[in-house]
């Protein structure tokens, strides 16, 4: 049975009668190769692995079979050694690389597979997988570095909110007690932390089950791409966040766009796989205008300018020097790295400002529950030494 049948004729040619048991298990054991196939998924530090060795291996001769024979032979690559092997039969069988590595949409998006098919066509298949390499290697780095100084100021609010809730639910109703018994009047800041530590007593799972709920809702809401496109857009508009995400999706098209420029795609195809690397949903939008207008035979930087509000000046002028120099692919590098600079510029800009802000609310939420809880303990003091 060929390759080329679908899941779904596999599975009525499953259930149908004419065919014979063994015709059964293979259509059976076919379907499950492709479902596992539809499953698996590397991380990207795996793919960047195995594109920059394939990439050394091929610019040094080394065919692709025997590439990825070699690389499948590797300690590192243990955990998707059968993927590795899997590949180097389908090319062995006459598939293109690009076409075998289709079989793993999990793992490798259309993009990637459409940079390797040009790559293929132009007979530069090691350098493709190279630059592809560096591509993501600059992107996981740059990732990493957000991550790395976001993951303080996470700590402290995951840190503050445990512990302001251990005092509320477990710490204050023994104080509360104590109190009670003892007929000790309660000042003011006392009363409504009591009161705030019976309200998330009570009603702390119904607010859990709220939040999930609500996340719930908007993520199936968000499948409606109308609804998305406008949330996104909100976000977008939110002070201080809002351009730093700009960035970031800005940064998403500009690396992909440049590649495929340079890979020999045209402005228009260029363009139609950037807006799909945008996982904003309003940016993903401003990005397909841009490529219907350049289809129309529009200037690529006269309607940069009409959405202004999406494309900086910075950016629109590099993209104009580039149209007027003909270096478009060279102004996409330039472009990638003031993004790459003023993301990461932005992140420290916000981390500077809100750790201290956080690490102040901590201290201060913190005292407010410890002089609620030992004012009273000093007024029972004092009336018991009189």
């Known amino acids: 049975m060929k390759s080329t049948v679908s899941n779904s004729k596999l599975a009525s040619l499953w259930k149908g009668k004419g065919l014979s048991t063994g015709a059964r298990n ?5 379907q499950r190769k492709r479902s596992a196939e539809n499953a698996a998924r590397l991380k990207t530090a795996h793919v960047t ?3 920059r060795h394939l990439s050394t291996l091929l610019e040094n001769g080394v065919s692709l079979p025997k590439a990825l024979a070699t ?5 590192a690559t243990e955990g998707y050694r059968s993927m590795l092997e899997s590949l180097r039969k389908r090319l062995e069988n006459g598939e293109s690389f690009s076409a075998a590595l289709g079989h793993y949409p999990g793992t490798f998006d ?6 390797v098919k040009v790559g293929e066509r132009a007979g530069n298949l090691g350098e493709s997988l190279r630059h592809l390499a560096e591509h993501r290697e600059k992107a996981g780095k740059l990732k990493g570095e957000i991550i790395k100084k976001l993951a303080y100021p996470a700590m402290l609010v995951i ?4 512990i302001i809730t251990f005092l509320l639910t477990y710490v204050v109703p023994v104080f509360q007690e104590t109190y009670s018994n003892a007929k000790v009047p309660l000042p003011a800041i006392t009363q409504a932390l009591i009161a705030v530590g019976v309200f998330a007593r009570k009603y702390l799972l119904f607010a859990a089950a709220g939040v999930f709920l609500l996340v719930f809702a908007v993520r199936q809401l968000r499948r409606n791409t109308d609804f998305a496109a406008r949330m996104d857009e909100a976000i977008l508009n939110l002070p201080g966040v809002g351009p730093w995400l700009r960035d970031v999706a800005l940064l998403q098209m500009m690396e992909v766009l440049g590649e495929l420029l340079n890979a020999g795609f045209t402005l228009a195809e260029a363009l139609g796989e950037a807006a799909e690397s945008v996982t904003n949903r309003s940016g993903k939008q401003r990005v397909r205008e841009l490529q219907r207008a350049v289809v129309r035979g529009e200037r690529f930087s006269r309607e940069m300018e009409r959405h202004s509000t999406f494309f900086p000046p910075m950016v629109s002028q590099l993209v104009i020097i580039g149209e007027q120099t003909g270096r ?3 102004s996409t590098r330039h472009i990638c790295d003031h993004l790459r600079a003023e993301i990461e510029r932005k992140a420290n800009v916000f981390v500077a400002a809100i750790e201290p802000i956080l690490t102040i609310s901590l201290a201060a939420a913190v005292a407010a529950v410890l002089m609620a809880i030992y004012l009273p303990m000093f007024d029972m003091i004092n009336t018991v030494g009189k």
């Open 26 to 30: 293979s259509a059976g054991r076919l």
């Open 49 to 51: 692995y195995v594109f």
């Open 71 to 75: 690389l499948s032979e590797e300690q």
């Open 110 to 115: 259309a993009v990637l597979i459409s940079h």
């Open 159 to 162: 840190a503050g909110s445990a």
């Open 328 to 330: 478009l692919t060279r």
